[in-house]
Nanobody, 116 residues
Framework: QVQLEESGGGTVQAGESLSLSCVAP????????MKWWRQVPGKEREWVAT??????AKYADFVRDRFTISRGAKNRVNLQLHFTEVGDTGIYYC???????????WGPGTQVTVTA
């Protein structure tokens, strides 16, 4: 079992930027999709973005070109949040899936708060 480690959460004012990062210690190969999800107050967890092994990225409609997902080192995934909105407030989770779906790891979540 790999414990994902997230960092970068915090409080920003609407319109400002924030960067999140997630690392999978000891996991250096066989990584497939890397994803970010979030849970905003009063709603269920929702998918935010995915980056595949080849670097192709997909985003939820609500992102509207404001966020960027990227793969750092072999075992790191980042999410840059730009033009943040109060509605982006929530807990953000990273999710790393094995290339053959042999594992599905989640981070503990990092709080993002956007103030008006």
């Amino acid at each position: 079992q790999v414990q994902l480690e997230e960092s970068g959460g915090g409080t920003v004012q609407a319109g400002e930027s924030l960067s999140l990062s997630c690392v999978a210690p000891g996991l250096y190969s066989g990584i497939g999709d890397m994803k970010w999800w979030r849970q905003v107050p009063g709603k269920e967890r929702e998918w935010v973005a995915t980056i595949g092994r080849g670097g192709g990225a997909k985003y939820a409609d609500f992102v509207r070109d404001r966020f960027t997902i990227s793969r750092g080192a072999k075992n790191r995934v980042n999410l840059q949040l730009h033009f943040t909105e109060v509605g982006d407030t929530g807990i953000y989770y990273c999710n790393i899936i094995g290339a053959f779906n042999e594992y599905n790891y989640w981070g503990p979540g990092t709080q993002v708060t956007v103030t008006a």
